[in-house]
């Protein structure tokens, strides 16, 4: 039950975090921020080839970037744990968190893409996805060792 809770609940602060417009990791007295809805912005307007969803980073590279990188890549891996956790001992497990992980990593890219002052960009989900595999690998590696 606690695994079901942990889970709910990360997912629960990640999309909450993906909601916070102009979200600074190095301030956090921005960390809550009233949502403003981009009225402008469509599905279609967000994927469609040459859209900004799949271009790079448009910001410097400085202690906000690296920190900003560091948690996606943390709070996604701790997530593709809970995923592991919460499925059922069975063939591919491994795999399906993964799956899972970087369907919700898709979806919160996207959510932020609707929020103004964010930006949802592939480079983060692919970011996302790296976070989750390796923490899967590091919980495979642990686990033929023991």
Known sequence: MLKRILLICLLIAISSFSNT???LVTNPSTWWNEAVWDHNATL???LYPGSEFYTSYTYKFD???ILRK???LSFFGILSLLFYWNLKEQPRRFLKAWLLLTIF???DELHQAFIVGRDGRVVDVII???GGALFLIL???RKKAS
Request: hydrophobic residues 60%.
């Open 21 to 23: 417009p102009h979200l």
């Open 44 to 46: 279609w307007s967000v």
């Open 63 to 65: 202690a906000e970037f």
């Open 70 to 72: 560091l948690a996606h």
């Open 105 to 107: 990593a898709l979806l």
């Open 128 to 130: 996302d996805s790296f």
């Open 139 to 141: 919980l495979y590696m």
